[in-house]
């Protein structure tokens, strides 16, 4: 499989979990390569505005401004369409960088191969 420079980032977890949600793409981004994070479980959240700015993490950079950074840097958010549903969340209220996307999506935007992180 080619190497395409893709970086996908499979992030389940949001409040619960604060370290986890600090690790944002934004170094990738500065490199030029195309990132996505695939957001399952309670991450779909992160999806959602406001959520992101009330995570915080002792001796990180405020996860409202990764996510800033982040969205300004072209990063994108592929929100599990299961996870989301299954929390009744409101697809009108995705952030601009959002988009409900499943696996089918995934291997779509993946294409010829990617570098994959999971937290």
Known sequence: ???NGRVVINLMTGHE????VTVVATAALTKGKPVAMF?????VRL???GYADAIESA???PVQRLFEQYRDGGGELLACPICFQARALDESSLVSNA???GATPLW???GEGATVFSY
């Open 1 to 3: 499989m080619a190497e």
């Open 17 to 20: 979990d604060a370290d986890k």
């Open 47 to 49: 999806s959602l505005p």
């Open 59 to 61: 001796g990180a950079p």
């Open 99 to 101: 988009r409900l996307a």
């Open 39 to 43: 957001l399952t479980k309670e991450a």
């Open 108 to 110: 779509d935007w993946i």
